[in-house]
């Protein structure tokens, strides 16, 4: 079969994604350098290991929630379900549970409550902001009704131990990111279910026309996203060697902003696992790096903003263009 | 009503005497407009003088530079070379604004409005009617409602744009183009979602502008509309002015010739084939929309539904396709009765769908043109789960070599592609999966002549290899030259079924329309 349509090495949308993912990339560097000359606490072990832990946990949400956002979607429920994880782990490991089974029933949780957002959306005909935003506030209200408000300490030491130690000299949460990410990887590029997470951000009844079975691709973002949650619930019960239900308040935002920073498409349909990894690390960078400066820590969440206005313009910039 | 009557509702006031005022004396003239991108022209250097109140058509097949030329008299996008002169002045037309405020304005084939506003609020759009800073509501529904009505439009102004068809909508965004004071006004492809009623209350509104003075660019790739409808006619060919004729003195065979070097005859390019076994069979089939459908599909045959748009016939094939439920009736694929209950089950068969709109319900316009076609046949490329991408990448070339697809690259994404490559893709993803049956409604609308006849040739090649091919079209000829048998669709009934042009044009449309013909609006210039 002759093939007369000629394809450059690389096309000119995959240059412009490497290319954003290198910017990206730079800035983080940028900024690190910038750190390291302006602060003698920068470049410490201690201090780059405890901001590889804090980017790790956000990132690990961003990559589920990148999920969701690609299909056209939102998730408003990760933090949530990462305070409810912390809750439920702690739980169960204060009733005596082995470590494996206490992760294990959390996980299960967690894909439980992913599945009844698919559920919402798909049979209920909810609109997906509005299903997790009720969990959002409804799974907050259920841990402290099973806690009655009460912080679950957690006296095991193996289990808090985990997020303490390092293996090869990098901290084990963040092994957790290359865990959780070179398996999204791979789903999101090389499987067809990847493809109907795009097809079905992009056109729904397209797909369906096409034998996509959309419901079905549905349940996998949100069921993915609310597992990624309560997974980061898990790692934030070691960390801190707590559950409380309210924890975790706000990186539901933080993963959408770091998803976005990485270059997603809040219209769906536009996406990666790399871009929200490095966009988790520059907030993370930028906290870690105020604390060290002393600024106020009022000004980072301004700081946070600006920086999701100023590289999300860039990218309009872009495609305006185009 | 008279013009005055039409003219006082329009917000400037167009005046009937302009049109005799100066019959013959341009209103916009071009003189050597072109449009370069990165060094190839899309629209190479054009003189065109369009007369005052006169209707203009312009035909060319996609890709010709009609849509260039909208653009850069809407003030779209800059032009690169030439001038415009705007009676004898020149104009620079550099924004949308500018182009409006001289009275230059489009209605476009996707209605551009908002839907979740009322008609009145729509038509008033932008200058809506205040007092103290507050919107005068009553008085504008008034208002819209009074427009409405001196313009035939059996539509009450509160109602909801979005609850309207298609074709109302195209008429409120006529009419609010008209009540704005538009003097010049570009017409693309209007009639592409209209029913045949929708389109000749369409037609008696552009006659009445006309007739008050408006200059009227008419775009349209059906022929018989041109004729029905232009004085003059200009045809554009690879960015070239080919030609400009008066109505009078052309005829549809020489435009074609000038668009494409071609004849009819060999555009509705048909060969027979011996019809094989039974691929499908519907017995008495209902659903929403249609009732009692018996028909079926053979080896080789070509089965063409003719009808209005709302007659049933998309209803009945999507229903087959497994997108609605039936509500009774049968179902039988090659001799035996299945339950197709999703889409899945129906492509599992062997049937494919190249659905009616391709924006909706075809494409995925932002995603690559390979994961367009290679959609229905993922599960195929996948192994141990994974995407093989090299077959994933020639199975796309096979099928844009095959198609002659124009694009740039398989990666590009299907938005930057023409209609009739975009209509190349929703056809082209079901040839990878290899169908048994082939469903292809409505596929040529907004496709252009040289596109029609590859994709007619596209279904010879299907039927010889044993498939069957089921034509859903409002294009009569497309259907009367192509279908070995015809079936005619009226309000969700089969009312007539043809053999190889058995019957007459004028026998196909009377029972399409039922007893009654259409009834045209007056067209008020009594």
């Known amino acids: 079969m002759s093939v007369d349509v000629k394809e450059p090495v690389i096309s000119p949308k995959k240059r412009y994604n490497i290319l954003f993912g290198l910017t990206l990339l730079a800035l983080l560097l940028v900024l690190w350098l910038i750190l390291g000359l302006s602060t003698t606490t920068f470049w410490t072990t201690n201090n780059i290991a405890n901001l590889l832990r804090q980017g790790a946990m956000i990132a690990i949400l961003a990559v589920g929630q990148t999920f969701v956002i690609i299909t056209g979607g939102i998730d408003l429920s990760v933090g949530a379900i990462a305070g409810f994880a912390s809750t439920i782990v702690a739980l169960l490991l204060a009733n005596g549970f082995p470590i494996w089974a206490a992760v294990l029933i959390t996980l299960g949780i967690g894909l439980g409550i992913g599945l ?10 909810l609109p997906p902001f509005i299903i997790t935003l009720a969990t959002l506030t409804s799974l907050r209200g259920i841990g402290l009704l099973i806690t009655n408000g009460a912080t679950i300490s957690i006296n095991n030491d193996d289990f808090t131990n985990f ?59 949100y069921t993915l996203s609310a597992v990624c949650a309560s997974f980061v619930g898990i790692l934030l019960a070691t960390r801190i060697g707590v559950g409380n239900p309210t924890q975790a308040e706000g990186w539901e935002l933080q993963a959408i902003a770091s998803s976005v920073i990485g ?6 349909a536009v996406g990666s696992v790399q871009g929200p990894l490095l966009g988790a690390f520059i907030l993370a960078t930028i906290n870690n790096g105020a604390n060290l400066l002393n600024v106020n820590s009022f000004w980072q969440r301004v700081i946070t903003g600006v920086l999701i206005i100023v590289i999300v313009y860039f990218d309009q910039l872009r495609r305006r263009r185009k | 009503m008279t013009h005055q009557d039409f003219a006082s509702q329009s917000g400037n006031g167009i005046n009937a005497t302009a049109a005799m005022m ?60 030439g001038n415009v002169y705007w009676r ?17 304005n489009a209605v476009h084939q996707e209605v551009v409005l908002c839907p979740h506003l009322s008609v009145a609020a729509n038509i008033f759009l932008g200058e809506e009617h205040q007092r103290f800073g507050l919107l005068r509501h009553r008085n504008m529904v008034r208002e819209a409602q009074k427009i409405l009505d001196d313009l035939g439009f059996d539509l009450p102004a509160h109602a909801m744009l979005g609850d309207l068809t ?62 029905e409808l232009a004085d003059r006619v200009s045809v554009l060919r690879d960015g070239t002015l080919v030609g400009t004729r008066d109505i009078a003195d052309t005829n549809e065979n020489e435009l074609i010739a000038m668009m494409i070097n071609r004849s009819i005859e060999q555009i509705y390019h048909k060969d027979s084939f011996e019809l094989g076994k039974t691929i499908l069979e519907t017995r008495n089939l209902s659903g929403k929309g249609f009732e009692n459908i018996s028909l079926t599909v053979r080896e080789g045959e070509v089965v063409g539904l003719y ?56 494409l995925c316009l932002s995603l690559p043109v390979s994961l367009n076609l290679n959609l229905p046949v993922y599960s195929r490329l996948s192994h141990g789960g994974l995407i093989s991408k090299t077959e994933e990448s020639s199975q796309a070339d096979r099928q844009i070599a095959d198609l002659r697809i124009k694009t740039s690259t398989r990666s590009a994404s299907a938005a930057s592609l023409s209609g009739g490559n975009q209509q190349k893709i929703v056809i082209g993803k079901w040839l990878n999966h290899g169908a048994k049956l082939f469903i292809f409604d409505e596929p040529t609308v907004g496709v252009d002549v040289g596109t029609k006849a590859e994709i007619y040739r596209l279904f010879s090649a299907l039927l010889s290899q044993g498939a069957g091919i089921i034509l859903i079209s409002s294009y009569l000829p497309e259907v009367y030259e192509l279908a070995d048998t015809l079936h005619v669709f009226r309000r969700g009934e089969m009312v007539a079924t043809h053999q190889f042009k058995s019957a007459s044009h004028e026998d196909i449309l009377t029972r399409a329309l039922g007893s009654a013909p259409a009834n045209p609006i007056s067209s008020g210039e009594s």
Not at chain 2, 196 to 223: N, W
Not at chain 2, 315 to 334: A, D, I, N, Y
């Open chain 1, 263 to 268: 270059g997603t498409s809040l219209f769906g």
């Open chain 1, 116 to 125: 009844f957002h698919g559920f919402g959306i798909v049979k209920m005909g």
């Open chain 2, 307 to 362: 009808g209005l748009i709302g007659a049933g016939r998309s209803e009945f094939v999507t229903t087959v396709f497994g997108r609605h439920p039936k509500s009774s009736g049968t179902v039988l694929w090659q001799g035996e009765e299945v339950n197709i209950r999703r889409e899945k089950d129906a492509i599992k068969l062997g049937i494919a769908l190249a659905p009616e709109s391709r924006r909706d319900q075809g």
């Open chain 2, 22 to 81: 100066a019959a013959d004396s341009p209103i916009l003239e071009l003189k050597g407009l072109e449009k370069q991108y990165f060094g190839t022209h899309a629209l190479k250097p054009t003189d065109l003088a369009f007369k005052s109140g006169e209707i203009h058509a312009i035909v060319g097949e996609n890709g010709a530079g009609k849509s260039t030329l909208i653009k850069l008299l809407t003030g779209v996008i800059p032009r690169t070379g």
């Open chain 2, 166 to 227: 298609i074709g109302q909508q195209q008429l409120i965004a006529t009419a609010r183009a008209a009540t704005r004071g538009a003097r010049f006004l570009i017409f693309d492809e209007p009639t592409a979602y209209l029913t045949r009623k929708e389109g000749m209350q369409l037609f008696a509104l552009i006659r009445r502008m006309q007739a008050s003075g408006v200059t009227i660019v008419y775009i349209s790739h059906r022929m018989e509309e041109v004729f």
């Open chain 2, 88 to 104: 004898g002045e020149p104009v620079a037309l550099g924004t949308p604004v500018e182009a409006i405020k001289h009275g230059i």
């Open chain 1, 163 to 221: 997020s303490r130690n390092d293996f090869l000299a990098v901290p084990n949460l963040f092994w957790m990111v290359i865990l959780v990410g070179i398996p999204a990887y791979i789903l999101l590029q090389h499987t067809r279910w990847g493809r109907y997470l795009f097809s079905v951000g992009s056109n729904a009844e397209a797909s369906r026309l096409s034998g996509v079975n959309v419901n079905r691709t549905i349940y996998l973002a």
